[in-house]
């Protein structure tokens, strides 16, 4: 299973972009991408996913080089709302146990 | 997400004790999963189902139990608490899908369980 490594902390500014990136040197080819975002005393809520290049959605970018080693999380002008923890996964595509492994993932805190 | 409960959402026992979490879901999924959550860490695995018939353990399942009674119905027991499964626990569900994007685990509340 590939190991994912993300910054243990992050700190920005209400309006701001904010850019995670997650290391995944051991990424497979059937793995994908997947990124979770977690508030305090909730459980963690799915936000983003991909394989390459890159995807978006109403929450969030991911941008994904073509060696696939590394992925960038990308929140837009982000609010207070956002601060939160974010989780980069690696998940294997096939027919059986797709499973997810959670690291200590990036804290993310937004201040006025 | 709503569609995820868990019941007690709060619990305090003491040590020795057995007690049982409960988890609901309406999103219709075969996949559950019960995870634990020690502060400041990730989710660790205790246990996951494919379906009423299928139960397998996690990473962490010493010390726990689970009972699939439905489709929508998955418990996890600790069959005689102690101080170390003081813990955030969290169940989920998912949507498995033979093409496109991979499953996504939605994610209930949680249940904040101290053991004395």
């Known amino acids: 299973l590939a190991k994912t490594t993300q910054p243990i902390s992050m700190d920005s500014y209400e309006g701001q972009e904010v850019n995670i990136t997650c290391s995944h040197n051991?990424?497979?080819?059937?793995?994908?991408i997947t990124w979770y975002q977690q508030f305090p005393s909730q459980g963690p809520r799915f936000i983003i996913q991909?394989?390459?290049t890159k995807v978006t959605n109403e929450v969030a970018s991911l941008f994904i080089p073509a060696d696939r080693k590394s992925s960038t999380l990308s929140l837009p002008r982000v609010s207070l709302s956002d601060t939160a923890v974010y989780y980069c996964?690696?998940?294997?595509?096939?027919?059986?146990?797709?499973?997810?492994?959670f690291g200590a993932g990036t804290r993310l805190a937004v201040h006025p | 997400d709503a569609d995820v409960t868990q019941t007690p959402r709060n619990r305090i026992t003491k040590t020795g004790k057995r007690i049982m979490l409960e988890c609901s879901q309406t999103?219709?999924?075969?996949?559950m999963y019960w995870y634990r959550q020690d502060p400041g860490l990730g989710l660790r695995l205790i246990y996951y189902?494919?379906?009423?018939?299928?139960?397998n353990k996690g990473e962490i399942s010493d010390g726990y139990s689970v009972s699939r009674q439905a489709q929508a119905k998955f418990s996890l027991s600790l069959e005689s608490a102690i101080p170390n499964q003081t813990a955030l626990y969290f169940c989920?569900?998912?949507?498995?899908?033979?093409?496109?994007?991979?499953?996504?685990?939605?994610f209930g509340p949680g249940t904040r369980l101290l053991v004395l």
């Open positions: 989920a569900t998912s949507d498995y899908r033979t093409s496109g994007v991979v499953e996504t685990q939605y």
């Open positions: 051991n990424i497979a080819t059937n793995d994908y």
């Open positions: 991909g394989y390459k």
């Open positions: 996964l690696v998940v294997l595509f096939s027919g059986g146990y797709n499973k997810l492994i």
């Open positions: 999103k219709g999924h075969d996949r």
């Open positions: 189902s494919f379906d009423v018939k299928d139960i």
